[in-house]
Structures are given as structure tokens and as C-alpha cells.
């Protein structure tokens, strides 16, 4: 199914109900994450989006300040409907799930202290951690594409997860140099790539 995603015309939301519509109804399924829900709408279902647009908006999310996924619907809102639109995507993401969320809050102030609680949420950690993992996969296969070629951005990948997950280093430094240092190398391909044509 991704591949066919892969290969349709790319589509644009009818309007600011529709894009409020779609980033609510994600932000509902998102238990645990909504990054791979996000995919799954943007790019499979709805064809906002090709998967190499949802890894630069992914990319530009992740170096922001911010949440990524907020990050993302603002751009993708203002992208289609300007700055309506960035509204509308952020106001879906947000506006529902913000009443669920205080309910589950008041609910677990009174619960916490509940064993059955406490082993839900601990099960819960590993469902979040499989659907990064998930997310992580299908996204890796928009390397095929990258200007870096897939082993430069392979090396990449696992000096972050070595850097940020082994060794603990703060995100920021890891973004600003291993950011930086695929950058360069990816301007520098491009633009022999450029100069050879």
C-alpha cells in the first residue's frame, strides 16, 4: 500500500474544516505517538503529503523548538490555507484531545496510587517504544532518495542513536552537529550532482 501511496497523485485538503478534521482524527488515534498515525493520514490515506515531503516536515519539526507533530501541522496548515490553515490543523490537533487529557489527569490523580495503574502505564511504555521503532522503519525507506545516499544517512542515523541514546548527549548538540554535518554533505552532493549535469 505505501508503494502505490507512493506512486498517486498528491491531493489537497477541500478546506480549513476538512484540515482541522484530519489532524483531529489523528490526534485521536495517536496513543502513545502520533507520528505513525500522522504518516499513515497524511501520506497513505490522504495523499497530502509524498514520503519525502513527510521526512523534510518531519525534519524541520524535529529541529524546531517545540513538538514535532505541532511543528508539522502548523507547516503543513499554512502550506495549503496559510495562516488560517495553521490554525485550523493546530486547533484539530489540540482542541479534543485537551479535554481528554484533563479528564485522564483528574482521573489519575485519584487512581495513581492503584497497582493495576501503575502495570498499565508501564505496558504502555512498550507500546510507545514499538511504535517509534515502527515509525523509524517505515520512514527509513525515503532514504532510497536521499541526496546522501543510504549509506551516509545509515552512518548518520546510527551516530544519533549511538550519541543521543548510548552516550546521552544533550539532543540539541547532536542535532547542531550531526544536523549540520548532513547538511554540508548533502549540499555538497547536490551540487556536483548540479555541476555534472
Given at each position: 500500500m505505501a508503494d502505490a501511496a507512493a506512486e498517486a497523485p498528491l491531493q489537497r485538503p477541500d478546506g480549513l474544516g476538512a484540515l482541522f478534521l484530519a489532524f483531529n482524527r489523528l490526534a485521536l488515534q495517536g496513543f502513545g505517538g502520533v507520528l505513525p498515525v500522522a504518516h499513515r493520514e497524511l501520506v497513505e490515506r490522504l495523499r497530502w503529503l509524498s514520503p519525502q515531503?513527510?521526512?523534510?516536515?518531519?525534519?524541520?519539526?524535529?529541529?524546531l523548538p517545540g513538538p514535532n507533530i505541532i511543528n508539522m501541522a502548523i507547516v503543513i496548515g499554512d502550506r495549503f490555507f496559510g495562516w488560517r490553515g495553521a490554525l485550523a490543523a493546530c486547533g484539530g490537533l489540540?482542541?479534543?484531545?485537551?479535554?481528554?487529557?484533563l479528564g485522564?489527569?483528574?482521573?489519575?490523580q485519584q487512581q495513581a496510587a492503584h497497582p493495576a495503574v501503575a502495570g498499565a502505564l508501564r505496558g504502555m511504555g512498550a507500546v510507545a517504544a514499538g511504535l517509534i521503532i515502527a515509525t523509524g522503519v517505515k520512514l527509513a525507506r525515503t532514504l532510497r532518495g536521499n541526496p546522501l545516499g543510504l549509506p551516509a544517512s545509515a552512518a548518520i542515523g546510527v551516530g544519533t542513536f549511538a550519541l543521543v541514546g548510548g552516550l546521552r548527549w544533550p539532543m540539541v548538540w547532536v542535532v547542531l552537529g550531526l544536523g549540520s554535518l548532513g547538511m554540508a554533505l548533502a549540499w555538497r552532493r547536490l551540487r556536483a550532482a548540479e555541476g555534472a549535469r
Open positions: 515531503q513527510f521526512v523534510e516536515l518531519l525534519t524541520l519539526g524535529q529541529v489540540l482542541l479534543v484531545p485537551l479535554f481528554i487529557v485522564l489527569a483528574i482521573a489519575y
